[in-house]
């Protein structure tokens, strides 16, 4: 049975109290390695050891962060197989889909803010012939990095990237429940050179680790993605620490088809919208509103396409469709889609788990779901599912479907289909989400703003927005 270790101080170690959380392989149910419980005589290990070195690296060379970052991400593309697989096993997600969604995005994370902090600039401010300002971005210090389990390696290096390229030090927590990439991850930062406790890994649940990091006095920012229920309760215990919170939250994102859209190419991407890594992305379009001249022709091509998804082993490369990441989540799902038709829901297609044969015919599988007849406002239209679950609705206007659009808590993502550019423009104004993407969806540039509004999070990553999070600007005004 492998047991992950700790990373600390450079070190990969054992947690101080000697206990263990088994990892579940979500595609067979069975324990396969066992993750440290780690505690806050970890933690205080780990912010000592970044503090030794936070003065060090705060003065290391832009170009020396960025050489050693890239060495790093070059690591991660020489080992991409391997990270791939484990990524696969640790979370159920289709191997091919980890090979070329996950692992790609991880290096190309770590390398686009190895370069970002090379260019990173300031402002300066002159006051006629009076004055000049310019203003300096400093690191923080010690940051928190608290990543999800649904994109394990991506969204742990999209959190750590822009923090260790301005010249902060990080205590990182990845999820519990998929742990395995940021162990391997680990070995990879020992391979690198990276320096002993720039970077500081501590594995275990919320309330062992994770609560504990979010109070402890001397980080002084945190980066958060999960749900909303947690980031609410991170803002509430830390609201009189006056720490930089960044918070990216849930998502119960529209897609909004209008009839003049490319019906064949909407289609297919809608799919993958609703069903990509089994439902469990934060950007996932799982209320889907369909112009009603449409409807019944998209409805039917829509359930083909959903129909046609392969589900199987995460390790087979022609799996499409893979495992949910837990027991408990896959529960949750079909606890959800029960519910929906106790709300009057009509399953259109799925609606069950899935038993797979072999190695997997224990694993947790659910049927791609797709479902009609519910109103906008029932628990299952208002409440992330976070899962292979959709449902589709009519509307006749514009103004229709931007309400039922924006008709819950959350703003996060959308999608609009249409080949009117002036209705793509206006529509996207209305919609109160943090991402509007128009004609596709999970179309990323690294450099555009990430994050939602209402319920959604608050804060914004990615590109300069990331790089002025983790630093503290400070104004210098020098009279002529």
């Known amino acids: 049975m492998q047991k992950i270790e700790n990373y600390i101080n450079g070190q990969l170690v054992a ?10 392989e979500p595609a067979t149910g069975k324990v396969y390695s066992l993750i440290p419980e780690s505690n806050s005589e970890d933690l205080d290990a780990a912010v000592a050891a970044a503090e030794a070195i936070q003065t060090d690296w705060a003065n290391t060379s832009l170009e020396k962060r960025a050489e050693i970052l890239c060495r790093l991400a070059d690591l991660i593309d020489a080992n991409a197989d391997e990270l791939a697989e484990a990524e696969a096993i640790d979370n159920g997600k ?57 994109f394990p390696l991506y969204l742990f290096t999209w959190k750590i990237a822009p923090a260790l390229a301005s010249g902060n030090v990080v205590i990182a927590k990845p999820s519990e429940v998929t742990p395995m990439t940021a162990y391997l991850f680990s070995k990879l930062c020992v391979e690198a050179g990276l320096p002993a406790g720039v970077l500081n890994i501590l594995h275990g649940s919320g309330q062992s680790i994770g609560g504990p990091i979010t109070t402890h006095p001397k980080i002084k920012a945190i980066s958060f993605t999960g749900g909303s229920a947690t980031g609410a309760h991170i803002s509430k215990v830390t609201a009189g620490m006056f720490k930089k919170l960044s918070l990216e939250l849930g998502g119960k994102n529209p897609t909004l088809v209008f009839a003049d859209c490319d019906l064949e190419e909407t289609v297919n991407e809608v799919v993958k919208a609703a069903f990509s890594n089994q439902g469990q992305i934060c950007l996932c379009g799982s209320r889907i509103y369909i112009e009603r001249p449409i409807y019944e022709q998209f409805k039917t091509a829509f359930i083909a396409k959903v129909k046609a998804l392969r589900i199987g082993d995460p390790l087979d490369p022609k799996t499409q469709h893979g495992a949910t990441v837990s027991e408990a989540h896959m529960n949750k799902v079909l606890s959800y889609i029960e519910l929906a038709q106790q709300e009057g829901g009509t399953i259109l297609t799925g609606g069950k788990r899935h038993i797979e044969n072999g190695r997997c015919q224990n694993g947790y599988f659910i049927e791609p779901t797709v479902i009609e007849g519910l109103d906008n406002q029932c628990r299952t239209n208002q409440e992330e599912i976070f899962g292979p679950v959709c449902s589709i609705m009519p509307f006749d206007k514009e103004q229709e479907a931007i309400q039922l659009a924006n008709g819950t808590e959350y703003g996060l993502a959308a999608s609009v289909w249409t080949n009117d550019l002036k209705r793509a423009h206006r529509v996207a104004k209305s919609i109160e989400a943090g991402i509007v993407w128009i004609n596709c969806w999970l179309l990323r540039d690294l450099r555009t703003p990430f994050g939602g509004v209402k319920s959604s999070g608050v804060g914004r990553e990615g590109g300069l927005e990331a790089m002025r999070f983790f630093t503290e600007p400070k104004n210098v005004c020098i009279k002529y």
């Open 15 to 24: 947690a101080t109290s000697g206990e263990y959380l088994e990892n579940v």
């Open 94 to 150: 289709a191997i091919s889909f980890a090979k070329a969604v996950d692992i790609y995005r991880s290096s190309a994370n770590i390398r686009f803010f190895a370069h970002a902090g090379t260019q990173f600039a300031s402002e300066s401010h002159a006051m006629g012939n009076l004055a000049i300002n310019y203003t300096l971005r400093d690191p923080i210090g010690i940051v928190a990095c608290i990543s999800p389990w649904n």
